[in-house]
């Protein structure tokens, strides 16, 4: 099979022949249907997150699930699956409590499958995958716990886009931060995750919702997502111009870059009593300077979310549900599809932010 793989940072893709092994014990093979360009991804392309090479990315995906392994409960072949990045190991502490994102019972290598060996190899050699699933492939063997099989009248470019960017940014809103209606909201960063976290904020009837970008394009697909204001941090202090739209902060400043500076605003632009929500991923050992006298003087409080903060098999169908309610728009996210061999074409496209989400499709 086909797939793209990173074999140094700073490099494009290769695209390559190798060969996929079937899924053992408690394993999914699952052909891949969609799979959607995010800066997660492009985070470990340009090095800012080292795992290690060669590896395949792709975390944000959708397919038809072709075999199962032994023992495997709860998918069938032939079933439509959202995948999802995160283990479950369904026991630890953690999942008890409905927080499976940050499962604790799988502690092995991340980059292989749970029982620590690859299943995709190129001429005798082990490729790592990210999320332990690089989706930038043909197929994927992949724990069952990540395949959440769905209803099989959705297109797959919009279930992908369930898998990462719409389950971040709407559960950040949903989950993690808990928006209360007529609240005020700030979105740093209106890429793919950031649109999300603005239209969360939309569903559940926020009252201003003030986008921040740097560029133009983002600003006005923001608008399109239920953005009320906007500012572009290009021109002025975004932090002050917040502060002037809402007369002294917002209830909710939600940071979707992954950026020390941009975290440090978000907590600047909350007003007292409110929440700042990290919601982007910073490279590896970033910095952020804040001042603590205001978690005590204006009781601020910061906290994070990752993917959301998701419970994928109870989140992915109910946001499956809101798209088709058309409380949620996810096929307008899409401003370009590639095919798998034009996906450096897409990695550059999203650094220079010329897109709300770009999808690989592939065909059926
Ligand atoms: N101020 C305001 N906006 C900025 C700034 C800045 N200093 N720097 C970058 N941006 C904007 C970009 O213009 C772009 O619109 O942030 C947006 C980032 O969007 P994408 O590149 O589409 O990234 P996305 O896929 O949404 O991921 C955002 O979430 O899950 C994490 O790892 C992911 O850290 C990444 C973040
Ligand atoms: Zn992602």
Known sequence: MKAAILNDYEQPLSIEEIRIDPPRTGEVKVRIGATGVCHSDYHVIKG?????????????????????????V??????????????????????????????????????????????????????????????????VVIPAEQVIPVRKDVSMDVLALIGCAVTTGVGAVVNAAKVEPGSSVAVIGCGGVGLNVIQGAALVSAGQIIAVDLLDNKLEYARQFGATDTVNAAEGDPVEQ????????????????????????AVQM????????????????????????IFVTKETRLIGTWYGSARPRFD????????????????????????????????ERLGRGEVARGVITFPV
């Open 48 to 72: 800012e997150w080292k795992y290690g090479v060669p590896m395949i990315l792709g975390h944000e995906a959708a397919g038809i699930v072709e075999e199962i392994g032994p023992n495997v």
């Open 270 to 293: 909350t007003r007292a009593g409110g929440t700042a929500c990290i919601v982007g991923m910073a490279p590896q050992n970033s910095k952020a300077t804040i001042d603590p006298l």
């Open 242 to 265: 917040v502060r002037e739209l809402t007369g002294g902060g917002v209830d909710y400043a939600f940071e979707v870059i992954g950026n020390g500076k941009t975290v440090e605003q």
């Open 316 to 347: 992915f169908p109910r946001l499956i549900e809101l798209t088709l309610a058309g409380k949620l728009k996810v096929k307008e996210l899409i401003s370009r599809r590639y095919t798998l061999d034009q996906i450096n074409e897409g990695f």
């Open 74 to 139: 709860g998918v069938q072949p032939g079933d439509h699956a959202v995948l999802s990045f995160r283990p479950y190991c369904g026991v630890c502490r953690l999942c008890t409590i409905g927080r499976s994102v940050m499962c604790e019972g799988h502690t092995g290598n991340r980059f292989v499958m749970h029982d620590g060996t690859a299943r995709v190899h190129r001429n005798g050699e082990d490729l790592m995958i990210l999320g332990r699933m690089g989706s930038f492939a043909e197929y």
